[in-house]
Structure formats: structure tokens, C-alpha cells
């Protein structure tokens, strides 16, 4: 519409990460401005202050599990909500500056994700060469050709981020697991959350109580007593001591199904905190399998049943 200013897309850059095409997956970002931020919590941070209607951001991995970056952000601060979820497979190249040769290569710079990615590849191929740390793989290639590599002499990155930042590729195809998958969510501020699909997914944080023999089996029963698969759980520390520890939840459902609504409503009862981040579409489509006795119909049986026993009619 004409005088709408375009949407406003924040993502862990610099441009040419993995994040930036999962960005990219989403219809709505061809029309978007794209904001590139040097890190997780400055990209959600753009979000909760307005200066970004959605922020995307990679939230876990298929080897190295749950990027603790975007978990800690997303269970403190002002609270955000998961809209969408991207899957990007993830294929890693060694770049570096036209004229250098493996052989010369005593300094590699990636993101610690991408190290644990392709550990075996640079065991055997570059056995003594240091790892050096970079806020993501993107930057690290753009800091090789920027002349600015402050000590390295290769990255490990994406293919398109050795293109876009004009590196010579060294060596391509380098990760350990050839169908290794990275996790995306595009994260907004709360809204209403979409209407049920059938195939959803929800994210939480639930705190645990003071510690106390059974305090997890606890959390853990109000999922598995109503039917509800847990995709993930990762648990966190608080920070405040050792021993205080919050979980960062996946769930198969929506918070509309009722066996997921008794679920969350189970952890509240039992957690002192509990952080609602979004029910929103699986990236993969695949329905949710609801087993016998846990249908939304199933629990609407049984209230009407103990509603006939309050009235004092036959059950």
C-alpha cells in the first residue's frame, strides 16, 4: 500500500550467514528491509524496541543441539514469541584470500557451531592449525576480505559467504555429518497466536521450584500424562547459583489443542515461572500424532461427564 514503510527484518549477520537464507525462505522478506545485527541478543533487542517487526535467528542444531545464545535470550528480557520456524541444510566450505594455499594455513576462524561441524575435516587436513572464534561464519569470511582478519588466514563458511565476499574456496564439502540441518525462528512481539493447523509446534520456559527430589519428573508429567511428545528440552542455568536451573521446551501441538492448554496450565500450577514463546507451524508439515483418550474431543468428554456429576445427574 502506498505510504506503508516495508517491513523490517533483523538477523544475525553480517550478510551472507546461514540465518540471512533462512531469512531469505520467508515470502515476506523479498519486500523487507533486512537488517543485519552482530548478534543474537542485538537482533531480538531490535525487536522488543521497535526497530524490527521480526527478528531471525538459529535456535538449534542437528549436531551441536540448542544454540545457547538465542535459549538465554529468549527466556529473559521483555518477552517475545516464535512465529515460524526455518530449516536450512547446512554445507561448509574452507575460504580465504586469493593465493593462499592449505598448506599455509595455521589460523582458521568460524563460529564454535561450525568448528564442532567439521572438526574431523580439520583434524586430518589442517592437524596445526588454531580455531579462532567469530561471532558467525559470515563474519569471519567477511573479515578476510575486509584485510582485517586480526591474526587468521582462512574461514570455515557458508559457499554463498565466501561468493558474496569474493574469497577463494580451498576446499568445499568440509562438515563432518553431510545432513547436518540448522533450526531457524523468526521471533516477533506477542501477538494472538495463529489458528491450529495440526501441525504446530510450542515453545516454553518453565522454571524449576526449589530443588527437590521428583521437581523435574514433576514438570515432565504434565506433558506425558495428557499425550504431549516433547520435541526438545535443554535445560539452562539461572545464573543466580549453582543448582537453579530453568528448560527450554519444544512440544508437538498447539496451545488452542486442549491436551497442550492442560499441559501449560499443569506447569504453571507446578513451576514458579513459566515463559509462553509461541505455537506456530512445524517446517516440516508433519502432523501431529494424537494418541487415544487426548483429542480435544476427548477432553471435552470428560468435563461434560464431571459437569453431569456436579449437577448431580447420572454420570
Known amino acids: 500500500m502506498p505510504g506503508v514503510p516495508p517491513s523490517r527484518y533483523a ?9 540471512e537464507q533462512a531469512l531469505r525462505q520467508v515470502p515476506a522478506a523479498a519486500k523487507a528491509e533486512l537488517l543485519p545485527f552482530a548478534g543474537v541478543d542485538l537482533a531480538l533487542d531490535a525487536v522488543r524496541d521497535g526497530d ?3 527478528a531471525m535467528v538459529p535456535i538449534e542444531n542437528s549436531v551441536e543441539g540448542g544454540v545457547t545464545s538465542t535459549l538465554d535470550a529468549l527466556a529473559a528480557g ?5 512465529v515460524r520456524e526455518v530449516l536450512v541444510p547446512v554445507t561448509f566450505v574452507l575460504a580465504a584470500r586469493a593465493g593462499t594455499a592449505v598448506s599455509g594455513v595455521t589460523r582458521v576462524a568460524t563460529h564454535p557451531h561450525a568448528v564442532a561441524q567439521c572438526r574431523r575435516w580439520l583434524a586430518e587436513h589442517l592437524p596445526g592449525a588454531t580455531a579462532v572464534p567469530a561471532t558467525s561464519t559470515a563474519a569471519a569470511a567477511a573479515g578476510l576480505a575486509a584485510g582485517q582478519a586480526a591474526g587468521y588466514d582462512a574461514a570455515v563458511c557458508a559457499p554463498v559467504a565466501a561468493q558474496r565476499y569474493r574469497l577463494e574456496v580451498l576446499a568445499s564439502d568440509i562438515g563432518d555429518n553431510p545432513g547436518a540441518v540448522t533450526r531457524f525462528v523468526l521471533v516477533a512481539r506477542p501477538s494472538t497466536p495463529p489458528p491450529p493447523t495440526g501441525a504446530d509446534k510450542t515453545s516454553l520456559v518453565a522454571y524449576l521450584p526449589h530443588n527437590h527430589a521428583g521437581a ?10 495428557r499425550g504431549v511428545d ?3 528440552i535443554e535445560s539452562r542455568p539461572i545464573g543466580d547459583s549453582l543448582g537453579q536451573y530453568c528448560f527450554s521446551i519444544d ?10 492448554a492442560e499441559a501449560v496450565m499443569g506447569l504453571r500450577r507446578v513451576c ?3 515463559r509462553y514463546l509461541g ?6 508439515a508433519a502432523p501431529v500424532q494424537v494418541r487415544p483418550g487426548t483429542t480435544d474431543a476427548s477432553f471435552a468428554d470428560a468435563r461434560a461427564w464431571l459437569d453431569r456429576l456436579l449437577e448431580g445427574r447420572p454420570g
Do not use: I, K
Request: glycine share 6%.
Open 11 to 19: 538477523y544475525l549477520g553480517p550478510a551472507g550467514t546461514f540465518t
Open 52 to 54: 524490527a517487526d521480526a
Open 78 to 82: 521483555e518477552p517475545l514469541v516464535v
Open 216 to 225: 523435574l519428573l514433576e514438570l515432565l508429567e504434565q506433558f506425558a500424562t
Open 230 to 232: 516433547l520435541t526438545r
Open 251 to 260: 512440544c508437538s501441538g498447539h496451545v488452542a489443542d486442549a491436551r497442550v
Open 272 to 274: 514458579p515461572q513459566v
Open 279 to 284: 505455537s506456530y507451524p512445524r517446517a516440516d
